[in-house]
């Protein structure tokens, strides 16, 4: 059933983010085109100089409206599936569903998760677009730079602990989006308890949920940088050999899946002994 | 004597400080068709939101085959709430595959052949149709199940007289006989000729609950009848305005 609920909220989601990923991404070209060879010597000047530049220049506000509109976007529908498909009208929907409470909220935690990596996946990608598109001079500062970045980025790649830490940090990376809406999603399942002003008790919830994670945090991230911070400082020079930084890592994931765990079993009970859809 | 399909023992709900269903008390049995009846806030909702699972009670028992209502209940349980409940975005068909999907008991056939029958096209997005055409729509899917228990929430309310024929021809053509439909109404007129057997609620607690048919006998009256005359309120007879 699982399955099920996560393939219906994925089209729910795909078909507004599809369009604007693509528009991301043709934006991006554009705009990388138009930056394509233009002269920027200060002697040369003439009219076609300016009219390129006119159009870049319209070509980055474009990209840049977009990119807010995606920012924007992805929060807001993360949001909405949430607020309008479990606890508003489409909720007597999903409720009746022969499905656990669990599951609706895994499903919608899984998609909200996936979208978002997935928005940012593509930010990512049309600036890579740009500079592949833009002058072969940007291109080769970039490549020659890049090779700095690529030689700084792998000179430990032979390190046993190296792909791991990559692996770390993209599992730290994917669980703290998760952690991320799921603490929206608690904060609006807490607001849901409210009698009236639903949405402003969930604002309430979300900057109390907020003060909390930041006061245990502090107090846990402390405690790891305590133990663990010394020992790598004393060890830079061997620092991606080390194991240090690994449990460090393991850490902060171990934390934040923690926050996700009590999120989500947040959600769940206020879902399955609390509901009022009036 | 069948056992009880629903039973319902010393049932409390409130919201806030509003108490909705006071100690309410109910056994339902298979296959038959039940009006639930009673004025604007007696319960009736509340009570079906508690059936389908969408509320749970503060104090009592509530039993749909003997299980308390859930995941398991919910697959033999096909609620039609007083409102619309599917998303814009999705066309009939969608909705028709997502019934298909979710509930065993679905006859994807039954539903196609019903929309056909009433002219609409499954290929349109729920929020280019009307508001008459969306009821109609989600009928359908609720009475396309096989199911064990009907919870229909106001049916007919708000629609004209054509259409609540339609609805009621449709409850009655295409109800499981082996199941039981629970109908809550305040249009007694109008859904008196379908009825077997009808529960009067008041202030969350049940008044009467009687088979329509010993009711007449004993009433030598109509439902719709008594209902007036035990939920009459007495009219304010005016007055002058004050200066």
């Keep these: ?14 078909r507004q983010f599809v369009p604007m990923w693509i528009l991301m991404l043709v934006v ?37 409206a977009v990119m807010v509109a995606l920012i924007v976007m992805t929060i807001l529908f993360c949001i909405q599936r949430f607020w309008d498909g479990l606890l508003k009208e489409e909720g007597y929907l999903m409720f009746t569903l022969p499905v656990e409470a669990w599951e609706l909220v895994t499903a919608k935690g899984i998609v909200a998760t996936l979208v978002t990596c997935a928005s940012i996946f593509v930010g990512i990608l049309s600036i890579v677009v740009i ?22 980025l ?30 929206i999603y608690a904060a609006m399942a807490l607001g849901h308890l409210f009698e009236k002003h639903r949405v402003a008790g969930a604002c309430i919830s979300y900057v109390g949920i907020s003060a909390i994670l930041s006061f245990v945090g502090n107090i846990a ?43 989500h079993v947040i959600i769940e009970r206020v879902l399955s002994t609390r509901l009022n859809l009036e | 004597m069948s056992a009880a399909l629903i039973q319902c023992q010393d049932v409390w709900k409130s919201y806030g400080k509003k108490e909705v269903l006071r100690g309410l008390n109910l056994q339902v049995e298979s296959g038959r068709i039940v009006g639930l009846l009673g004025p604007n806030g007696a319960g009736k909702t509340t009570l079906l939101k508690l059936l389908s699972g969408l509320l749970q009670p503060e104090q009592g028992m509530v039993l749909i085959e003997g299980e308390v209502p859930g995941c398991a209940t919910k697959s033999m349980v096909s609620y039609l709430p007083d409102k619309p409940y599917f998303a814009d975005w999705m066309k009939v068909q969608d909705l ?59 049916p007919i309310a708000g629609v004209d007289p054509a259409a609540r024929d339609f609805i009621l021809s449709t409850i009655l053509n295409n109800y499981n006989p082996d199941g039981t439909v629970l109908i809550s109404t305040h249009l007694i007129a109008d859904v008196e000729r379908i009825l077997d057997e009808v529960i009067f609620l008041q202030n969350g607690q049940v008044i009467r609950q009687e088979l329509v048919d010993n009711l007449r006998e004993k009433e030598r009256k109509s439902v719709d009848g008594l209902f007036r005359d035990v939920f009459r309120t007495k009219s304010y007879e005016g007055g002058e305005f004050s200066c």
């Excluded at chain 1, 554009?30 to 300016?50: C, E, V």
């Excluded at chain 1, 911070?229 to 393991?250: F, K």
Aim: aromatic letters at 12%.
């Design chain 1, 1 to 14: 059933m699982l399955k099920k609920l996560i393939k219906y909220d994925l089209k729910s989601m795909l």
């Design chain 1, 28 to 64: 991006a070209m554009m705009l990388g085109i138009s930056s394509k060879d233009i002269d920027t010597s200060f002697m040369a000047f003439s009219l076609s100089r300016t009219r390129d530049h006119a159009i870049m220049g319209t070509m980055m506000l474009v990209f840049a």
């Design chain 1, 131 to 152: 500079i592949l598109f833009s002058s072969d001079e940007v291109l080769e500062v970039l490549s020659s730079s890049g090779t700095f970045f690529y030689r700084t």
């Design chain 1, 154 to 183: 792998f000179q430990n790649s032979e390190s046993p602990y190296y792909w791991i830490s990559i692996l770390l940090w993209l599992l730290i990376g994917i669980f703290s989006v998760a952690k991320s809406i799921y603490q």
């Design chain 1, 221 to 263: 991230m402390n405690m790891i940088d305590s133990r663990l911070g010394r020992e790598m400082i004393h060890s830079s020079m061997e620092l991606m050999e080390s194991v240090y930084p690994l449990v460090y890592y393991l850490s902060v994931l171990l934390l934040t899946v923690i926050q996700l765990i009590i999120f």
């Design chain 2, 96 to 154: 028709i595959e997502l019934f298909e999907d979710f509930y065993a008991d679905f006859d994807r056939m039954k539903a196609e052949q019903m929309c056909a029958v009433l002219e609409i096209d499954i290929r349109r997005k729920m929020k280019t149709l009307s508001k008459g055409t969306k009821e109609k729509v989600q009928l359908i899917l609720v009475m396309s199940r096989r199911a064990k228990l009907y919870l229909l929430d106001e």
